[in-house]
């Protein structure tokens, strides 16, 4: 059975759906079978990776979103697009913003409407060896929905922020929605530090915070530096030149964090 996954903060502009991609797509190369699910109706990773795709695939529209598959009762294997090698994805469109409301109105009961994502897309499970789910920064259903559905969660923190109060809050409502109130495994793997630039006084500050904190072995060893290439992908989609020395350190990072959510699955 796959591990379904999701990094998430409910603070935004972390880098969330970029570190989604990336470890995805990196995994996809070390022969990974790997799904991303997108759960935000801005689609930004939909976006992404419809934008990296076409480069092989050719891919410019998608015809059936996630809210569509939902609402029409289509297995969700009918929604998966194929990114590259070993990465696939059900991409999400505007549509989306109604999934709250169609729970709402489908579900009389709470832990039905928590439950109902992990059911439907139960058929896709065990088809891959991990399934990353990409969340909006909110405190929501829809979020909570998701998480249900996660064996880990991977908590982003930007050490741009002086306080580590948006992470402290974050997996406290993990803690008394999901484990306490419906009686989830959802665990949290680690904290994935996003650094401002190597060697800055803020960044060393958080993250001596974080560790004494959350404790030295739930602070993830490979961090991610913000970089101008990552902002770029966005609009070009994920470029993998191996001539280009910021393709490379980009990937090189997120190979490596790739590598530590692996050992940190097993152990």
Same mark, same amino acid.
């Given at each position: 059975?796959? *591990?379904?996954?999701?990094?998430?903060?409910?603070?935004?502009?972390?880098?969330?759906?970029?570190?989604?991609?990336?470890?995805? $797509?990196?995994?996809?190369?070390? !022969?990974?079978? @790997?799904?991303?699910?997108?759960?935000? %109706?801005?689609?930004?990773?939909?976006? /992404?990776?419809?934008?990296?795709?076409?480069? &092989?695939?050719?891919?410019?529209? #998608?015809? *059936?979103?996630?809210?569509?598959?939902?609402?029409?009762?289509?297995?969700?294997? =009918?929604?998966?697009?194929?990114? *590259?090698?070993?990465?696939?994805? #059900?991409?999400?469109?505007?549509?989306?913003?109604?999934?709250?409301?169609?729970? =709402? *109105?489908?579900?009389?009961?709470?832990?039905?409407? #928590?439950?109902?994502?992990?059911?439907?897309?139960?058929? @896709?499970?065990? +088809?891959?060896?991990?399934?990353?789910?990409?969340?909006?920064?909110?405190?929501?259903?829809?979020? &909570?929905? %998701?998480?249900?559905?996660?064996?880990?969660?991977?908590?982003?923190?930007?050490?741009?922020?002086?306080? /580590?109060?948006?992470?402290?809050?974050?997996?406290?409502? /993990?803690?008394?929605?999901? @484990?306490?109130?419906?009686? &989830?495994?959802?665990?949290?793997?680690?904290?994935?530090?996003?650094?401002?630039?190597?060697?800055?006084?803020?960044? =060393?500050?958080?993250?001596?915070?974080?560790?004494? +904190?959350?404790?030295? =072995? $739930? #602070?993830?060893?490979?961090?991610?530096?913000?970089?101008?290439?990552?902002?770029?992908?966005?609009?070009?989609?994920?470029?993998?030149?191996?001539?280009?020395?910021?393709?490379?350190?980009?990937?090189?990072?997120?190979?490596? @964090?790739?590598?530590?959510?692996?050992?940190?699955? !097993? &152990?």
């Amino acid at each position: 059975m796959g *591990k379904t996954i999701s990094f998430a903060n409910f603070k935004g502009g972390v880098g969330k759906t970029s570190t989604t991609a990336l470890v995805g $797509y990196s995994l996809a190369k070390m !022969g990974k079978k @790997v799904l991303l699910v997108d759960l935000d %109706a801005q689609a930004n990773l939909t976006a /992404l990776m419809i934008k990296t795709s076409s480069k &092989d695939n050719n891919i410019t529209t #998608i015809d *059936k979103s996630l809210m569509k598959g939902i609402t029409e009762n289509i297995n969700p294997k =009918e929604l998966t697009i194929t990114i *590259k090698e070993n990465l696939s994805q #059900i991409p999400n469109a505007v549509d989306f913003s109604v999934y709250s409301r169609f729970l =709402e *109105k489908n579900f009389s009961n709470e832990i039905d409407r #928590i439950q109902f994502l992990k059911s439907y897309l139960s058929p @896709v499970v065990n +088809e891959y060896d991990y399934i990353f789910i990409d969340v909006p920064p909110t405190l929501s259903l829809l979020n &909570d929905t %998701a998480f249900y559905c996660c064996d880990q969660i991977v908590v982003v923190l930007q050490t741009q922020e002086r306080r /580590l109060t948006g992470a402290e809050v974050f997996i406290q409502n /993990l803690k008394n929605t999901l @484990v306490n109130e419906f009686n &989830d495994n959802c665990d949290v793997l680690g904290i994935l530090p996003v650094l401002s630039k190597r060697g800055a006084r803020v960044d =060393e500050e958080v993250l001596k915070l974080a560790t004494e +904190e959350f404790g030295e =072995e $739930y #602070i993830f060893q490979n961090k991610i530096s913000i970089m101008e290439r990552i902002k770029r992908m966005d609009m070009t989609g994920i470029t993998d030149n191996g001539k280009d020395i910021h393709d490379k350190r980009v990937h090189q990072i997120f190979d490596g @964090v790739a590598s530590e959510l692996v050992e940190r699955l !097993g &152990d």
